[in-house]
């Protein structure tokens, strides 16, 4: 088959003796090898320590305006939409994009708790014609403790 854009009509052969066969509007088929994909997702694990998350995704056949969703997995893609950085050049193989932490200011607590969850995430690209990329998947972790060490109760001594 080639490349490109061909044009396809469904034709269902007639359900009685006698009646016409069923014929469909004729559309355009567009065959393509080299679907939108996801190679990588740097960092591909973190600490969930509520800061933001800076990622940088790579692939093929990104396209300007491009969306990310990130979050756990599911049926129908990967978690939320989160935000798009530009690189000021636009790109068919990297997109920049941040997961939102937590942000506090005067009015209050604002932002999401997508980079405080440990556990399995995903990463989907869709592109503006609604294309969707395979899933990337990485590890946002809990942070450990480096060393523990007894703390002295009030009144005793230690």
Same mark, same amino acid.
């Given at each position: 088959?080639?490349?490109?854009?061909?044009?396809?009509?469904?034709?269902?052969?007639?359900?009685?003796?006698?009646?016409?066969?069923?014929?469909?509007?004729?559309?355009?088929?567009?065959?393509?090898?080299?679907?939108?994909?996801?190679?990588?997702? *740097?960092?591909?694990?973190?600490?969930?320590?509520?800061?933001?998350?800076?990622?940088?995704?790579?692939?093929?056949?990104?396209?300007?305006?491009?969306?990310?969703?990130?979050?756990?997995?599911?049926?129908?893609?990967?978690?939320?939409?989160?935000?798009?950085?530009?690189?000021?050049?636009?790109?068919? *193989?990297?997109?920049?994009?941040?997961?939102?932490?937590?942000?506090?200011?005067? *009015?209050?607590?604002?932002? *999401?708790?997508?980079?405080?969850?440990?556990?399995?995430?995903?990463?989907?690209?869709?592109?503006?014609?609604?294309?969707?990329?395979?899933?990337?998947?990485?590890?946002?972790?809990?942070?450990?403790?480096?060393?523990?060490?007894?703390?002295?109760?009030?009144?005793?001594?230690?």
């Amino acid at each position: 088959m080639t490349l490109g854009s061909v044009l396809v009509t469904v034709t269902n052969p007639p359900a009685h003796v006698g009646d016409p066969p069923t014929v469909s509007t004729t559309l355009p088929f567009v065959v393509n090898t080299d679907p939108l994909k996801l190679s990588s997702v *740097t960092p591909s694990t973190s600490v969930a320590d509520g800061l933001d998350l800076a990622l940088t995704l790579t692939g093929q056949r990104i396209k300007a305006g491009a969306t990310v969703f990130f979050g756990a997995p599911s049926a129908s893609g990967c978690g939320v939409e989160i935000e798009t950085a530009s690189s000021g050049v636009p790109s068919s *193989t990297v997109l920049q994009a941040v997961v939102p932490g937590i942000r506090a200011d005067v *009015t209050g607590v604002h932002g *999401t708790d997508l980079t405080l969850r440990g556990g399995a995430y995903c990463v989907q690209v869709v592109n503006p014609d609604g294309e969707r990329s395979n899933n990337a998947a990485g590890d946002h972790h809990q942070p450990e403790a480096d060393a523990l060490q007894p703390v002295p109760e009030r009144g005793r001594p230690g």
